[in-house]
């Protein structure tokens, strides 16, 4: 256990349908990230956070994909009109800003688009 | 071309084996990390390093910066071991401060 949560572990879904992921981090850690991990490659960066504010995302990410952490403490991950394409494990990492210790990653959370 | 490229893609060895993985990336980094992936997705940092070499255990990672390479020893190996062993490195192509690009991973598979 890395201190990191991430729920729902998997998530089932139908094309069409939103979805929604949440990750908790360690409370210290003002940095938090989003990766997505297709089958059988490396993870991907999506879009990353310092406190409240976004402050990247990838070209990955798309107009149905939305992110936020209102607080600067969770993270919440939404896709709304599924694709089946969007079918991934997605990962949050943390850490804190000029930390010397690497990321943080949580257990991820399986999406399927049936 | 990958940014991060690594091999082999798999292994399989017998439990005792020496095992070696190699990185090799093409951007300018501040640091590498070796990363271990379980079935199940969990993700655990197991190094990160951005000269010279580190231990812990039975694991040893080392970097070259002028060669832009870096490898993963595994010494006395164990089926324990089996995962997938991810490389990536810290670039600010990575997207965001810190933000890290990932090599595609090594699955290994230790047998008894």
């Known amino acids: 256990d890395t201190g990191v949560s991430q729920n729902p572990r998997h998530k089932i879904t139908k094309r069409g349908q939103n979805v929604t992921f949440r990750c908790d981090p360690i409370?210290?850690?003002?940095?938090l990230y989003w990766y997505r991990q297709t089958l059988g490659q490396g993870p991907e960066f999506l879009t990353y956070f310092q406190n409240e504010a976004q402050l990247e995302k990838s070209r990955l990410l798309s107009d149905r994909f939305s992110a936020e952490r209102p607080k600067g403490s969770f993270s919440t991950l939404e896709i709304q009109r599924t694709e089946q394409g969007d079918s991934a494990m997605y990962l949050c990492?943390?850490?804190?800003?000029?930390?010397?210790?690497?990321?943080?990653f949580g257990p991820g959370t399986r999406l399927l688009v049936l | 071309k990958n940014e991060v490229e690594q091999s082999p893609q798999n292994l399989t060895a017998q439990e005792g084996e020496f095992i070696t993985i190699n990185c090799s990336y093409s951007v300018g980094i501040s640091a590498l990390h070796w990363l271990q992936q379980h079935p199940g997705g969990g993700i655990v940092s197991l190094f990160m390093?951005?000269?010279g070499k580190k231990k812990h255990g039975r694991l040893i990672a080392t970097i070259n910066i002028q060669e832009k390479h870096s490898s993963l020893h595994i010494t006395a190996s164990h089926p324990r071991d089996s995962a997938v062993y991810i490389c990536?490195?810290?670039?600010?192509?990575?997207?965001?401060?810190?933000?890290?690009?990932f090599g595609k991973g090594t699955h290994l598979i230790i047998q008894p």
């Open positions: 409370s210290e850690h003002n940095r």
């Open positions: 390093l951005s000269s």
């Open positions: 990492a943390t850490h804190r800003q000029g930390g010397l210790e690497t990321q943080y």
């Open positions: 990536a490195v810290t670039s600010y192509s990575g997207g965001g401060a810190d933000g890290l690009t």
